[in-house]
């Protein structure tokens, strides 16, 4: 039963991970239907900034964060502008296969980038704290792994609440919902596009940090991908909310399945899910109609 | 002060307006009139810059609607509340309320304003923080007219309000529209397919047939006139 519930809290630590991780995918894909599958290829990215302002900076990775959103805010603006705003104007479902198409090669042009800055190797940043546990009734839970909860429960609230309680927040979920009636009162929506994609960058940065405390290398691009798109089907697209609740589903049935069958079939059991929820509840299991 | 001067609108290579003109000026009620597909959308789009006209122009209080970008339109004072209501659905009754008074000069003014259109429609006060998507549709109409007088318009567009409601419903938003026009000296556009209703609420009336305009006056002798009782009416 220790056992059971060691592996299970570790599931939940990773959970809050995950959910950090398909943030930045749910914004962008509710606000203007642009899937960027390319996304763990960015959190990838902003896990090798951080390992070099570590390793050359002596910079903490927590404070990285700083630096890295910032910095990711920007290339996203780049992004837009040269690459996915000549998308704007064209239906809903060609948005989604056309932004599909951008964000595969995305998808190949970032992790090659890495394996030529970085090489393939595995790196993690090492500080003070890594290894460190805290012990629970006998269950231990790493300090990076509670950072990464506390970081996720943060910037998930912080972001529902600029969503829901500012007028550019307010203006944001306005055009997620009508394009043309958020014309009709005045929002640039144009404008609201190019942040809120920036914004869904700047939200890479972060899961990105938190990484970095971890083993990584080029090649973990697609997998955080697959966690992210698993994520926002449970949670159902475009759900700010049910992203937390939904990487949280995801740990804990991916820690079940590891404590039941074995470690190596740890990924299979969130494609199962996958699966399941696509048949059975293809609106999310918070959401509304897809 | 709206004027749509010889307008010629087209959706790719389909003309949909020919030659239309029309004006509207302060504090009037004008209504639009025709039937299904005759272009009345069309116009209301070409307004609010959503469609730029291929000939001819359209100026709102002085500027040339195709000199600003669309969502620079309802600045001017003009507010749209468009066909089929457009809410907001999953967001609420406040919020719905807090985007329509969106642009600047607004949001200084949004407590009175809110003030204003609870006092016009009692029930969105009582329906504050239900979800758009939740009211009734009489309710979702009141709260599309209130979200477009939100803005602090000098004119507002109303598009096909009757559509889908039930008599007694339209006839009481109606009525509000023609106190908002007396109280507040907004001027109004409605654009209907119902007739005679809109030839009742409009001091002037225009009626346009498949993409022309083809009649023009007070909407009292329209309504009696041979040519729209023959067309629209089923009289005579």
């Known amino acids: 039963m220790m056992h059971f519930a060691q592996i299970f809290s570790y599931g939940l630590l990773s959970g809050a991970l995950y959910g950090l991780v398909a943030l930045g995918l749910s914004l962008v894909f509710g606000v203007m239907n642009y899937l960027i599958i390319a996304h763990g290829a960015l959190i990838m990215m902003a896990a090798y900034m951080t390992f070099w302002a570590f390793f050359y900076l002596k910079i903490d990775p927590f404070l990285c964060i700083l630096l890295v959103t910032p910095a990711f805010f920007v290339i996203g603006w780049i992004l837009f502008k040269v690459l996915y705003q000549s998308l704007m104007k064209f239906s809903e479902g060609e948005k989604i296969k056309n932004s599909l198409l951008i964000s595969f090669g995305l998808l190949l042009v970032f992790p090659n980038l890495a394996i030529l800055f970085w090489t393939a190797d595995e790196r993690a940043v090492a500080t003070a704290y890594t290894g460190k546990v805290l012990d629970l009734f006998g ?54 596009c190019l942040v809120a994609f920036s914004m869904g960058f700047a939200l890479a940065g972060i899961p990105g940090v938190i990484t970095s405390l971890h083993a990584f290398n080029p090649g973990i691009s697609m997998d955080l991908t697959n966690k992210a798109l698993i994520v926002l089907i449970l949670a159902g697209f475009g759900s700010i909310k049910g992203v937390l609740i939904g990487g949280l589903l995801l740990g804990a049935i991916e820690a079940t399945g590891v404590y039941i069958v074995g470690a190596p079939y740890r990924e299979v059991f969130g494609l199962i899910l996958f699966v399941l929820i696509l048949m059975f509840r293809p609106q999310g299991l918070t959401g509304k109609k897809a | 002060m709206l004027e749509i001067e010889n307008v010629d609108i087209c959706y790719g290579d389909v003309q949909a307006l020919w030659d239309v003109s029309l004006t509207v000026k302060g504090e009037e009620i004008v209504a639009l009139v025709g039937s299904n597909g005759a272009g009345k959308t069309t116009v209301l789009k070409t307004i609010t810059g959503l469609l730029k006209p291929r000939k001819g122009s359209v100026s709102i209080y002085g500027v040339l609607s195709d000199t600003v970008p669309a969502h620079k339109i309802v600045e001017l004072g003009v507010s749209l509340v468009p066909e089929g209501r457009r809410l907001f659905r999953d967001m609420t009754v406040l919020e719905n309320l807090e985007i329509g008074g969106y642009i600047g000069r607004a949001r200084n003014g949004k407590d009175e304003n809110l003030r204003w259109v609870f006092e016009v429609f009692p029930v969105l006060e009582k329906r504050l923080r239900q979800l758009a998507g939740t009211l009734s549709g009489g309710e979702q109409q009141m709260l599309a007219i209130a979200r477009g007088l939100m803005s602090e318009p000098k004119m507002l567009l109303v598009d096909e309000l009757s559509l889908g409601l039930a008599p007694l419903i339209v006839k009481n938003i109606y009525k509000t529209l023609k106190e908002i026009n007396a109280s507040r000296k907004v001027t109004i556009l409605v654009v209907e397919q119902n007739v005679r209703l809109a030839l009742e609420i409009g001091e002037r009336a225009y009626i346009l047939e498949n993409g022309r305009i083809s009649g023009e006056g007070r909407g009292i002798d329209l309504l009696n006139s041979e040519q729209v009782k023959k067309a629209y009416l089923a009289m005579g």
């Open chain 1, 139 to 192: 269950i231990r839970l790493p300090y990076i792994g509670l950072g990464g909860v506390a970081l996720a429960i943060i910037v998930i609230i912080a972001l529902h609440l600029f969503l829901t309680r500012t007028y550019f927040g307010k203006a944001i979920r306005a055009v997620s919902q009508d394009h043309e009636a958020a014309t009709l009162m005045g929002i640039n929506v144009n404008r609201i």
